[in-house]
T-cell receptor, first 112, second 113 residues
Framework: GNSVTQMEGPVTLSEEAFLTINCTYT??????LFWYVQYPGEGLQLLLK?????DKGSNKGFEATYRKETTSFHLEKGSVQVSDSAVYFC???????????FGGGTRLMVKP | SQTIHQWPATLVQPVGSPLSLECTVE??????LYWYRQAAGRGLQLLFY??????ISSEVPQNLSASRPQDRQFILSSKKLLLSDSGFYLC????????????FGSGTRLTVV
C-alpha cells in the first residue's frame, strides 16, 4: 500500500536559517506529491505539489523536487521567517484513486 | 469559485452528549468529501469519506457516524461523546483524480469534558 514518512519534529530554527524537511514515500505507479501547511488553529492549506518525476513545486519561497529514483519529496526554503512556524504535511495521491495518504506531520518553530 | 465551510469553529461538550458537525461545499458538484480527526500534536486520521449522496465509507470503527444528505453537505455525528473524541476535526473535498489534492475546511476544535 501507499505510505509517507516524514522526519519527526519539532524542527527549531533561527530566523533566516535554511530549512529542509525530509519526506520519502512508498507507492505503486506514479503518484502525485504534495506539501500542505497548517498554521496554529487552522485547517491545512496546499503549499505546493508535483505531479511527475523531476517536477519542482514552488510557492512562497518553499520548493520541493519529485525524485523518483530516491522516492523523495523534500521540502526546502533558503531563509525561514517566524511566520513560517507551522506544521508541514507531506502527502501523496495514487493517480488512479481519489484519496491522499499523509505523513505524520513535522512541526517547524522559527525563533527570532 | 469553490469554497468549503465548516461549523462550529469551537465546541465544548460534556461526555455522553450528542454531536453534530457540518461541512458544506459551494461552487462545485458531486465532490468527494472527507472527515479527518487530528488529536493534539498528532497526525491526520481519516474517519469517513463519501463519493456521492448516501454513500459513506468508514475507515475507523468508533462511536462516530457520518451522513451525506445532500450532494454538497457532509455531517459528522455521535449519539454519545467520549473523552477520547476530543480533537480537531477537518472536512475536505476534491473532485477525484490524483493530481487535484484536497481543499480543507478551517476545522472544528472539539473538547469533550
Amino acid at each position: 500500500g501507499n505510505s509517507v514518512t516524514q522526519m519527526e519534529g519539532p524542527v527549531t530554527l533561527s530566523e533566516e536559517a535554511f530549512l529542509t524537511i525530509n519526506c520519502t514515500y512508498t507507492a505503486t505507479g506514479y503518484p502525485s506529491l504534495f506539501w500542505y501547511v497548517q498554521y496554529p488553529g487552522e485547517g491545512l492549506q496546499l503549499l505546493l505539489k508535483a505531479t511527475k518525476a523531476d517536477d519542482k513545486g514552488s510557492n512562497k519561497g518553499f520548493e520541493a523536487t519529485y525524485r523518483k529514483e530516491t522516492t523523495s519529496f523534500h521540502l526546502e526554503k533558503g531563509s525561514v521567517q517566524v511566520s513560517d512556524s507551522a506544521v508541514y504535511f507531506c502527502a501523496l495521491s495514487n493517480n488512479a484513486g481519489n484519496m491522499l495518504t499523509f505523513g505524520g506531520g513535522t512541526r517547524l518553530m522559527v525563533k527570532p | 469559485s469553490q469554497t468549503i465551510h465548516q461549523w462550529p469553529a469551537t465546541l465544548v461538550q460534556p461526555v455522553g452528549s450528542p454531536l453534530s458537525l457540518e461541512c458544506t461545499v459551494e461552487g462545485t458538484s458531486n465532490p468527494n468529501l472527507y472527515w479527518y480527526r487530528q488529536a493534539a500534536g498528532r497526525g491526520l486520521q481519516l474517519l469517513f469519506y463519501s463519493v456521492g449522496i448516501g454513500q459513506i465509507s468508514s475507515e475507523v470503527p468508533q462511536n462516530l457516524s457520518a451522513s451525506r444528505p445532500q450532494d454538497r453537505q457532509f455531517i459528522l455525528s455521535s449519539k454519545k461523546l467520549l473523552l477520547s473524541d476530543s480533537g480537531f476535526y477537518l472536512c475536505a473535498w476534491n473532485l477525484g483524480g490524483g493530481a487535484s489534492g484536497y481543499t480543507f475546511g478551517s476545522g472544528t476544535r472539539l473538547t469533550v469534558v
